[in-house]
């Protein structure tokens, strides 16, 4: 059955978040404070009982974390979580960075192209529901515990690291953002709501390489970010760009006017282009069989 209609008209702009949007770790602005932990110590042992127990690195943080909330005795329910996010820092200009991005795109395209955005991210869903620029998304994938009856962390439902987060691309691409339901089912390339030349991936690391490859592997863009001034982040990022992991990089600044603007407005400039060619194809291919 033919389409009537034109529905490929999206760009999806997605965001790891720690180290991307927010200069440090999630858990270093909200819980580890709040638990007086210091956060490299955390980390440290974190990474000594991964390797300790041949344990998978995310669940043996998750773990740990609701140690020490029982340690300490607190109760961190998800309310708790949320209200911690307000101390997260961004760096400077990301506050006003999506209505920017948006503008953009609705001048581009002359109101043709809508754009969404999107965070797939290892941190915690219940701190990222608490964020300054939550609303701002379309959807938020992140690890998530279960709470029992008191409100009360006990375990992982959900745990997101570098290579599983993959998954949530292949969602978007699909439209299928309901985490219990398939996305193994065959869906046409042409049906699928945002097809990955519509998609931006925007990241800061090594971590992220799996969601930059299948990116650009399918046809979309990636784009990774450094520290300003940090000499180890840029060689990361040199590292991504030598391997052709990445479209660009720039320093993690999303001021008006910066690099990392530029950079990302053309890159979005091509998907609208490209999108307006599409629509003007599917219009004219109709147009000759009718």
Not at 224 to 253: M, Q, W
Request: aromatic share 10%.
């Amino acid at each position: 059955m033919t389409r009537q209609i034109f529905k490929q008209n999206t760009i999806a702009l997605v965001y790891d978040f720690d180290g991307t949007l927010s200069p440090q770790p999630m858990q270093e602005y909200t819980v580890l404070p709040e638990l007086g932990e210091d956060s490299s110590q955390f980390w440290e042992e974190c990474t000594k009982e991964a390797k300790r127990h041949k344990a998978d690195g995310m669940l043996t943080y998750m773990r740990l974390l609701i140690e020490k909330i029982e340690t300490h005795h607190k109760h961190l329910d998800k309310k708790y979580l949320r209200n911690l996010a307000k101390d997260i820092k961004f760096f400077p200009g990301v506050e006003t960075w999506f209505g920017r991005i948006n503008e953009h795109v609705r001048e581009k395209s002359d109101g043709k192209v809508k754009v969404q955005h999107y965070i797939i991210s290892a941190g915690l869903k219940e701190i990222l529901d608490g964020i300054k620029i939550r609303k701002y998304f379309k959807e938020m994938f992140a690890s998530e515990y279960y709470f029992d009856h008191h409100d009360a962390a006990k375990f992982p439902t959900i745990v997101i690291n570098d290579t599983s987060k993959t998954q949530y691309l292949f969602r978007i691409n699909k439209g299928i953002t309901d985490i219990n339901k398939s996305i193994n089912g065959y869906m046409p390339e042409n049906e699928r709501p945002i097809p990955f030349s519509n998609m931006i991936y925007i990241g800061d690391g090594l971590t992220d390489v799996p969601c930059m490859t299948v990116t650009k592997n399918n046809g979309g863009h990636a784009v990774a970010v450094h520290k300003p001034n940090s000499s180890n982040s840029v060689t990361v990022c040199r590292e991504l760009a030598h391997g052709n992991r990445i479209d660009y990089f720039a320093p993690a600044n999303y001021e008006k006017g910066k690099k990392l603007e530029k950079r990302v407005k053309l890159l979005l400039d091509v998907i609208v282009s490209n999108i307006l060619f599409e629509k003007e194809k599917f219009s004219f291919q109709r147009e000759v069989s009718g």
